[in-house]
């Protein structure tokens, strides 16, 4: 069975200083890879999603970046946290293929900047 | 994407049906009903899909309208672990395609 894991569960960082936050899919190959966050009371925004090594769209501009160094690992950073990045962030995975696939998500991150 | 009404709670007896509907009058054909829930602190999960036919899995049955303009999402034998948000989002659910969580409705199953 596929599972997905994030890292770490919660977080409390400066404003100013750098970000990394990592997840892993394990159990299929070459899936959807997508970074969500929700801010407190709001739903999810889409923020970057990537159908391979190397690809990564953006959905909004802003402050972050993602990055795909391997097939099933997918990073989101940051040179300098904003006070408007705090909230909680979401790793998600599809399947590649025909048809609908639903996204599966992690367990998610909760950042808080000081 | 379609826009979706659904009650914001509801109450469910322990080990009763818990019938959650959703209306999405304004589906395109392609959309497919997708079914989340999260609970409090946790990621969203993945329920339940269907584009016009009846679903059961092994968490819940999904029963589409003929006119696809709603849905109901049935957990048979509700329990305490149920309790948490239901998400109902018509989507195609290609790459890129942004899931849009409204505000669901606050299961609530109580003992």
């Known amino acids: 069975s596929q599972t997905i894991h994030q890292w770490p569960a919660t977080l409390v960082q400066p404003v100013g200083s750098p970000l990394s936050l990592e997840c892993t899919v394990e159990?299929?190959?070459?899936?959807?890879l997508y970074w969500y966050r929700q801010a407190a009371g709001r739903g999810l925004q889409l923020l970057f999603y990537?159908?391979?090594?190397?690809?990564i769209s953006s959905e909004v501009p802003q402050n972050l970046s993602a990055s795909r160094p391997q097939d099933r690992q997918f990073i989101l950073s940051s040179k300098k946290l904003l006070l408007s990045d705090s909230g909680f962030y979401l790793c998600?995975?599809?399947?590649?293929?025909?048809?609908?696939?639903?996204?599966?998500f992690g367990d998610g991150t909760r950042l808080s900047i000081l | 994407d379609a826009k979706t009404t659904q009650p914001p709670s509801m109450d469910c007896a322990e080990g009763r049906a818990a019938n959650l509907p959703c209306n999405h009058s304004?589906?395109?054909?392609?959309?497919?009903v997708y079914w989340y829930r999260q609970i409090h602190s946790q990621g969203p999960q993945y329920i339940i899909h269907?584009?016009?036919n009846n679903e059961t899995n092994e968490m819940a049955s999904l029963i589409i309208t003929e006119d696809r303009k709603s849905s109901t999402l049935i957990l048979p034998h509700a329990t305490l672990r149920d309790t948490a948000v239901y998400y109902c989002?018509?989507?195609?659910?290609?790459?890129?395609?942004?899931?849009?969580f409204g505000g669901g409705t606050r299961l609530m199953v109580k003992p």
């Open positions: 998600a995975w599809s399947r590649i293929g025909t048809g609908n696939q639903p996204q599966h």
């Open positions: 159990g299929t190959s070459n899936p959807n």
């Open positions: 990537s159908v391979g090594i190397g690809q």
């Open positions: 304004t589906i395109s054909g392609n959309e497919y």
């Open positions: 269907g584009l016009k």
């Open positions: 989002i018509p989507t195609t659910n290609n790459a890129g395609n942004m899931l849009t």
